[in-house]
């Protein structure tokens, strides 16, 4: 949670698509969570004919979530009572787990839960009994794309869940997002961020890496663009979020690495996905390596975006070759 809406935002958000496709809006929605993601995703809904209560304890969230169209309100509680659907867009389980001991007595019997956040397996899986014990549904939905795709409305779905609650979320999720997938039952939709993540941190250090011995060897960040985007190491941190300024004009190395994902968020995920790697098994040594590159890194730059991790690998290969 926190603070959200920039120019850029408010442009996108003017601009996307209606992905209601048409559909009459009946749905009265409860959103907590008002933050880079959050913000934009409720306002979304807000401009599709969404009947929207918001909550999040930070002022500049609130008078953002105003601004866009939503009712704002004074505790999670409120946000979720009489409501059809209630999503969350939070910073880790515990506090999902958290805010559902409020969220829950709160709500109408049959309520449908679509938590958003970023989660362990286990945190989602929990979640989901609480909410079937107190008589509700829940789906676990966390997304991919961004505040960039947030602000869009294109993010990518990746859901867990009952087949019968997904398809009464499909209409809802369209809204915010251009793929909605149903990765299977309870706490799979988390699965599919976590292993997401994973690669694409990976991917990052792996073209980082990359781009520095190109400096190194004289090669322009224009060639290595240029060839390698066309080539076999091409890959989306590339061609969609290349951590050097120049290639491509929207990432974030454009903007002195001002956050679309921040590195704070990738050494969560990192973690998470180590976590899972260590309990399943699984021998993941670029994974586990890569948790462990991104927890340095954030020590002192958890504010960047996640990109920014080739400036630490410039600066470190600097300092050895010194």
Same mark, same amino acid.
Request: net charge negative; hydrophobic share 45%.
């Given at each position: 949670?926190?603070?959200?809406?920039?120019?850029?935002?408010?442009?996108?958000?003017?601009?996307?698509?209606?992905?209601?496709?048409?559909?009459?809006?009946?749905?009265?929605?409860?959103?907590?969570?008002?933050?880079?993601?959050?913000?934009?995703?409720?306002?979304?809904?807000?401009?599709?004919?969404?009947?929207?209560?918001?909550?999040?304890?930070?002022? #500049? /969230?609130?008078?953002?979530?105003?601004? *866009?169209?939503? %009712?704002?309100?004074?505790?999670? @509680?409120? $946000? +979720? =009572?009489?409501?059809?659907?209630?999503?969350?867009?939070?910073?880790?389980?515990?506090?999902?787990?958290?805010?559902?001991?409020?969220?829950?007595?709160? #709500? /109408?019997?049959?309520?449908?839960?679509? *938590?958003?956040? %970023?989660?362990?397996?286990?945190? @989602?899986? $929990? +979640? =989901?009994?609480?909410?079937?014990?107190?008589?509700?549904?829940?789906?676990?939905?966390?997304?991919?794309?961004?505040?960039?795709?947030?602000?869009?409305?294109?993010?990518?779905?990746?859901?867990?869940?009952?087949?019968?609650?997904?398809?009464?979320?499909?209409?809802?999720?369209?809204?915010?997002?251009?793929?909605?997938?149903?990765?299977?039952?309870?706490?799979?939709?988390?699965?599919?961020?976590?292993?997401?993540?994973?690669?694409?941190?990976?991917?990052?250090?792996?073209?980082?890496?990359?781009?520095?011995?190109?400096?190194?060897?004289?090669?322009?960040?224009?060639?290595?663009?240029?060839?390698?985007?066309?080539?076999?190491?091409?890959?989306?941190?590339?061609?969609?979020?290349?951590?050097?300024?120049?290639?491509?004009?929207?990432?974030?190395?454009?903007?002195?690495?001002?956050?679309?994902?921040?590195?704070?968020?990738?050494?969560?995920?990192?973690?998470?996905?180590?976590?899972?790697?260590?309990?399943?098994?699984?021998?993941?040594?670029?994974?586990?390596?890569?948790?462990?590159?991104?927890?340095?890194?954030?020590?002192?730059?958890?504010?960047?975006?996640?990109?920014?991790?080739?400036?630490?690998?410039?600066?470190?290969?600097?300092?050895?070759?010194?």
């Amino acid at each position: 949670m926190g603070r959200q809406g920039t120019g850029f935002a408010a442009a996108q958000r003017a601009r996307r698509p209606d992905n209601t496709g048409g559909k009459q809006v009946t749905k009265k929605i409860g959103f907590l969570g008002l933050g880079h993601m959050g913000g934009p995703m409720a306002a979304n809904l807000v401009k599709a004919g969404y009947d929207v209560l918001a909550f999040d304890p930070v002022p #500049a /969230a609130q008078e953002q979530a105003r601004k *866009d169209g939503a %009712t704002v309100v004074d505790s999670a @509680a409120a $946000a +979720a =009572a009489g409501r059809d659907v209630v999503i969350t867009m939070l910073p880790n389980g515990k506090l999902v787990l958290d805010v559902y001991a409020d969220l829950l007595p709160a #709500a /109408a019997a049959g309520t449908l839960f679509i *938590d958003c956040s %970023t989660i362990d397996v286990a945190d @989602a899986k $929990a +979640a =989901a009994v609480l909410a079937g014990n107190a008589g509700h549904r829940a789906l676990d939905a966390p997304v991919s794309g961004g505040v960039a795709g947030a602000a869009a409305g294109t993010l990518t779905f990746m859901v867990g869940g009952g087949e019968a609650d997904f398809a009464d979320a499909l209409d809802v999720l369209q809204v915010m997002g251009g793929k909605v997938v149903h990765c299977g039952g309870s706490g799979v939709g988390q699965a599919a961020k976590i292993c997401n993540n994973m690669l694409l941190g990976i991917s990052m250090i792996g073209l980082s890496e990359a781009l520095v011995l190109g400096e190194k060897l004289g090669l322009s960040h224009r060639s290595f663009f240029d060839v390698v985007s066309t080539a076999s190491g091409q890959s989306w941190a590339l061609t969609n979020y290349c951590p050097v300024p120049g290639p491509v004009p929207t990432s974030p190395a454009n903007n002195d690495y001002q956050p679309g994902f921040a590195t704070a968020l990738m050494t969560k995920d990192l973690g998470l996905a180590a976590n899972a790697l260590r309990d399943n098994d699984v021998d993941g040594q670029l994974g586990l390596l890569a948790a462990e590159i991104y927890a340095r890194f954030n020590q002192a730059q958890a504010g960047r975006d996640f990109s920014a991790i080739v400036t630490d690998i410039r600066n470190r290969s600097d300092q050895e070759g010194a």
